[in-house]
Nanobody, 123 residues
């Protein structure tokens, strides 16, 4: 069974950086997409960054140029490097995965979620 465990969240001032990590295990198939999705009470859920099985990446417009998604060579840990953080980046960040060559179009299509890690950015 797939298990995703996030870490690395915290509180930081505007302009600061954080790196989120997600320890992934239990995959039954070799092809899968991984992503970071964030949720805030007012804005709902947003796919921040995705990493498809072929290595291609996508980013939300709001984080392009500031966030970078990556994975270790063994594909056991997913990262999200977040630079130049802004108060609007404050959210619960979830590591997600879904089997397949390509990443789902909609966040609701991800079947596997971690418990989340909170990121809070103050002025």
């Amino acid at each position: 069974q797939v298990q995703l465990v996030e870490s690395g969240g915290g509180s930081v001032q505007s302009g600061g950086s954080l790196r989120l990590s997600c320890a992934a295990s239990g995959f039954a198939h070799s092809k899968y997409c991984m992503g970071w999705i964030r949720q805030t009470p007012g804005k709902g859920r947003e796919a921040v960054a995705t990493l498809a099985d072929d290595g291609s990446t996508t980013y939300a417009d709001s984080v392009k140029g500031r966030f970078t998604i990556s994975q270790d060579n063994a594909r056991k840990t997913l990262y999200l490097q977040m630079n130049d953080l802004k108060p609007e980046d404050t959210a619960m960040y979830y590591c997600t995965t879904e089997y397949g060559t390509w990443c789902p179009k909609w966040v609701d299509e991800y079947d596997y979620w971690g418990q989340g890690t909170q990121v809070t950015v103050s002025e």
